[in-house]
Each structure stands twice: as structure tokens, then as C-alpha cells.
């Protein structure tokens, strides 16, 4: 028989008010960790995450960073769970891993921490926080090459093991993890500051439970997260039953020379359940761009957030509520011992491959044009002039895909990764090499009555000999699909020597190619695509993008036509 006195649904206000009482904790730790930090990757690329999780391993909160290192968050503290019972832990006691097979890990950079904390006794949550380190060893600087074939090629494997023991570091622990990296003092000091992060976390969360008590609080949880899970079963209820097909290509396996492969994705929704299913994807990659089961789960939880529900909290009502499965073997669902350092560039493009699938289940109106789904990266390293070591890291924006209604965003990241950009004073600072160009890239947007935004370029120049080049990104081949009309973004380009006669076309996957002082190496993003036929494009707007430099006179008047192009700058010319 039905139940007769069902239990109330938790007010949506308070469950508001509690669940940005827990998102400034983990905002409070989030900036803590990036002020406290040494290296630029985490201090000034914001490439770094947190989390607070209860006691049962469930996530409560995760600040607004990378949503990709959800994943890393999520699968440090399952492992932890696993290799540890609560009942063993000790207050003051951290576990560190990496490891993408050993404790669930996206890629090897990436370092998490995970901090019991104690409530009269018992283990009562955990604090979280996860940094992508620049190097962690292994044959090629930065730990993030395509050459790899294996996850022994891409750096030192941390399973869970406790870095702190009842407050005290382990300082051996902490050394044998520095020292395999090629910046031991970067390591260092950075984990330093992870492991104090978490403490900060954990002070703050006793203050809550001081505040409300451990009862309400716990309570609370149990509200909000069920109070998530309601929302977001509403959300997908909203929308007709039904499947729907996506798919993205990517240029590579992460093998130079090596052909297109596909993303495959179904969407079902029957009622309030939503499945995606990744059957039809391609087989286990023979490069570094597989992704592993939790990285895999980050991606689809964004893609259903950022689609159906942007404002939804970011707790494991979220997770609970989603189910996805892909093929055993297959390069979103890779078997031991596949590398996956480049993971971002498979999640970005399968995150695509789910908005191409709910293009076709909103109406025209809601669509939204390809963006450029990749994560472009410079990766420079060698000696100081001094003698020390560096390893520049940076993963770059390109072009978003314009709506109905709406130009795409220009150089901007997508998706599941959310750095910040490093700025060219910091870099010349930080590491012996010059920013010859930051500049966002003509004609790289999409034509469409609304346009495709920008890629940028970035040209940078040894001022050392010997430093060592690696390269990567998505675009050099598959282009962003326009919607409803519009046309695709424009292409990634690599080039070495830049502007000299000697100036060539580099591999998408270079590796460790060495520079002289005074070489050059110029990365070009993709753009996003354009929404509409380019016909309907506003005047005014096309002859504002050609008197910004946005829009060549030349592409505007292939893509919307000499007569429209005319007429626009007639238009301008009036109105000034």
C-alpha cells in the first residue's frame, strides 16, 4: 500500500542557503590552495580542484574549478575507502595517490589529497583537493606525452598511502615523491600546501557542525542530496521519452599518422531515468588519449549539468541520478595498462559528442553549435640559465559555438577543463622563454547569422638552447560543426620557426623536439562553429567583426556574400 504519511520534501530554500554554506568552504579551501601554492600550473592557471565528501564517501560540495577533477576527487576517496576502513583512521591522517588504475586517478599529474576529519571520535567527512602537478617523471618532461603506450611511461604511480600520520608528514614519503619529478622543490611545496588545505577545510567544517550541530547538519546532507536527485529527476522527466544519437570525431588515437576515430553516444531517457551509452566508440587507443572509468563519469555528470540543470549542486544526488556505460576496451573504457595522459582531449570531444546527441532532442531555439572540444597545450622544459630545471605547462582556449541568439565566446576553454590562462608577464618571469604572440586568430569562428568564437594564437621562443618542445591538441583535422546553417570553425595549426623561411608544419603530437635559443613555435586553436545561415547575419555585426579584425574582408566576402558584406559597411559608414 502507498505510504500515507510520506516524509516531507526539504524546504528548496533552505536546501539553497545550506548548500552555499558548504560551496564556501570548499571556495575558501580553493583559494587557500591557489595563494598558497609555488608552482604557476596551480597558483596561476587555477589547474587545481577541491571537494568536501561525508563520511560514507559521498561528494557534498565541490568548488567551481575543473570539472574533469571530479573524477579525481571521486575515485581518490572511494579508493581511500577501500584501502582504508574509517574505523583504522587516525585524526591528523592524509592519504596521497595519483594512480589511475591503483586508486582511481584520470592521469598521473594529477595528485590528491584526502583528509579524514573527526567529530568526537569518529570520522565524520573528508576533505578533499586534487592539484595537476607539472611533472611526475617518466621518460619526456611534464608526464603528458602521446609518445606513451602504457601508464608505466607517464610517471611516478602513487596507489593510496598515507603522506600524514596523526598530524605528522611523512617527510620520507614526501621526499621519494619529489624527488621523481624534474621540479623536486615545486613538488614539495606544493603538497605542502594540499595537505594544509585540508586541514583548513576541516576547521571550517567543524565550525559548521559547532554552529548547527552534527545532527543537523548530517541531516542536511541527507536533504540536500536527495533534494538534488529530486531536481534533476524533474529535469529529465521535462523532456519527451526518447533516443537520441551523438557522435564527435577526433584527428588520432594520439598515433601521428593515424586515422580519424569516433565518439559514440546514445541518450535515452524513459520518465525520470537517463542513460548514456557510449557503444560504438572506438577501440582502446594506442596513445595516451584514453580515459578511465572516473574521468569518464566527470564528463557526463558536467555535460548533464551544464545542459539541464547549470545552477544544480554539485553533489552525488547529481551522480546517483545519471547511469552511462561504455564498451570494456574501448578508448572510454580502457583495460590495464592503458596510457591516459591526455585524457582532457578524449573527455572534451566525448562531452561534444552529448551535446550533438541533445541538439536533437531541444527544440531549434535551445541548440547550440560545436565548440572547439580540445584542450591545446605548450609544454616547454630544460635548464634555467642558472641551472635549474623548469617545465612551463599550458593548455590553451579557443572558440566556443554560437547559439540562437548569441555569438560563440572568443578564446575561452569548454567543458571539462577550466584553467586560467598564464599571463605573458608571469611566464617571461617564471621560465627563460618569450611570448612573441597572444592574439586571437582572424576568420577561425564559424561563419552563421550568429558566429563561431576565435581560437587565439601564442607564439613563444626559447631563450636557452636545449629546451625541449612537446605539442598537443584536437582540431587539426576535424573541424566544430556549424548548426542550423552556419559554418565550421576553423582548423588548429602547429608551426615551427614561425615567420622565417625555414618556417614548417609540426606533427599534432610532438614530443620532446628539442629548440635552439631564439626558435619559435606558434600554436593556432580552433574556432567554435556558427549558428544560422551566414545570409541572416546582422549588418551591423558583420561590420563591426571586419573593423575589429575579427573577419577579413576577404573571408566575409566568400562566407556571407560581397553584396552583404557591402552593404554592412555602407550600413557602419552611415551610422558613424
Not at 122 to 128: G, I, L, M, N, Q
Not at 226 to 236: G, N, P, S, V
Not at 259 to 264: F, G, T, V
Request: proline residues 6%; negative net charge; hydrophobic residues 40%.
Amino acid at each position: 500500500m502507498p505510504d500515507t504519511n510520506p516524509t516531507p520534501a526539504a524546504d528548496p530554500v533552505a536546501m539553497e542557503v545550506f548548500a552555499n554554506r558548504l560551496l564556501s568552504i570548499t571556495e575558501e579551501m580553493g583559494h587557500i590552495l591557489i595563494r598558497a601554492s609555488f608552482s604557476t600550473n596551480i597558483k596561476e592557471r587555477k589547474d587545481c580542484s577541491v571537494g568536501m565528501f561525508d563520511a560514507k564517501g559521498r561528494c557534498i560540495a565541490q568548488a567551481a574549478h575543473m570539472p574533469l577533477h571530479l573524477g579525481s576527487l571521486l575515485g581518490a576517496v572511494r579508493s581511500v575507502l577501500e584501502h582504508t576502513p574509517v574505523e583504522a583512521m587516525k585524526d591528523g591522517d592524509a592519504f596521497v595517490c595519483n594512480d589511475v588504475f591503483l586508486a582511481r586517478g584520470t592521469h598521473q599529474p594529477d595528485i590528491t589529497i584526502v583528509t579524514p576529519i573527526f567529530f568526537e571520535g569518529r570520522v565524520a567527512f573528508f576533505a578533499v583537493n586534487t592539484g595537476h602537478h607539472s611533472d611526475v617523471g617518466g621518460p619526456y618532461p611534464g608526464s603528458m606525452s602521446q609518445a606513451a603506450r602504457s601508464i608505466f611511461e607517464e610517471g611516478l604511480r602513487i596507489p593510496v598511502m598515507r603522506i600524514a600520520r596523526q598530524g605528522e608528514v611523512d617527510e620520507d614519503l614526501l621526499r621519494m615523491i619529489a624527488h621523481n619529478s624534474r621540479e623536486p622543490v615545486e613538488r614539495t611545496l606544493d603538497l605542502r600546501a594540499q595537505i594544509a588545505v585540508n586541514r583548513r577545510g576541516a576547521d571550517l567544517m567543524l565550525r559548521l557542525v559547532a554552529a548547527d550541530g552534527i545532527e543537523a547538519v548530517e541531516r542536511a546532507i541527507d536533504d540536500l542530496i536527495a533534494y538534488t536527485a529530486r531536481r534533476l529527476r524533474a529535469r529529465i522527466a521535462a523532456m519527451p521519452d526518447g533516443e537520441w544519437h551523438g557522435e564527435r570525431w577526433m584527428d588520432s588515437d594520439g598515433v601521428p599518422g593515424g586515422e580519424k576515430i569516433r565518439l559514440a553516444v546514445r541518450v535515452a531517457v524513459k520518465g525520470s531515468d537517463l542513460l548514456l551509452d557510449f557503444e560504438g566508440s572506438a577501440p582502446q587507443a594506442r596513445g595516451a588519449m584514453n580515459v578511465a572509468g572516473v574521468a569518464l563519469e566527470a564528463t557526463c555528470y558536467y555535460a548533464v549539468k551544464a545542459l539541464l540543470d547549470p545552477d544544480l549542486p554539485a553533489n552525488s544526488g547529481l551522480f546517483e541520478t545519471v547511469r552511462l556505460t561504455a564498451p570494456e576496451g574501448s578508448i572510454l573504457n580502457p583495460r590495464f595498462p592503458a596510457a591516459t595522459a591526455v585524457r582532457a582531449i578524449t573527455c572534451n570531444r566525448a562531452s561534444g559528442a552529448i551535446f550533438d546527441a541533445m541538439n536533437r532532442a531541444v527544440p531549434p531555439e535551445r541548440r547550440m553549435a560545436m565548440s572547439h572540444d580540445s584542450v591545446p597545450l605548450l609544454l616547454v622544459a630544460g635548464e634555467r640559465r642558472n641551472g635549474g630545471p623548469y617545465v612551463y605547462l599550458e593548455t590553451l582556449a579557443g572558440g566556443i559555438g554560437a547559439t540562437c541568439g548569441a555569438d560563440g565566446a572568443d578564446a575561452a576553454q569548454v567543458h571539462t577543463v577550466n584553467s586560467s590562462n598564464l599571463p605573458a608577464e608571469a611566464l617571461e618571469i617564471e621560465y627563460p622563454l618569450l611570448v612573441d604572440e597572444y592574439a586571437l586568430v582572424a576568420d577561425s569562428g564559424g561563419a552563421g547569422r550568429w558566429r563561431g568564437g576565435l581560437g587565439l594564437a601564442r607564439q613563444i621562443s626559447s631563450r636557452v638552447d636545449g629546451s625541449l618542445l612537446t605539442a598537443r591538441g584536437e582540431g587539426y583535422v576535424t573541424d566544430a560543426p556549424g548548426c542550423e546553417g552556419g559554418l565550421p570553425g576553423g582548423l588548429a595549426r602547429l608551426r615551427h620557426r614561425p615567420g622565417t623561411p625555414q618556417e614548417a608544419p609540426l606533427p599534432t603530437a610532438t614530443t620532446a623536439m628539442r629548440l635552439t635559443a631564439g626558435e619559435a613555435v606558434r600554436i593556432q586553436t580552433p574556432g567554435g562553429g556558427g549558428f544560422g545561415a551566414p545570409s541572416q547575419r546582422d549588418p551591423q555585426g558583420l561590420a563591426a567583426d571586419i573593423h575589429d579584425g575579427k573577419v577579413s574582408r576577404e573571408a566575409a566576402e566568400r562566407d556571407y556574400g560581397t553584396a552583404h558584406v557591402q552593404q554592412a559597411l555602407a550600413g557602419w559608414e552611415d551610422r558613424s
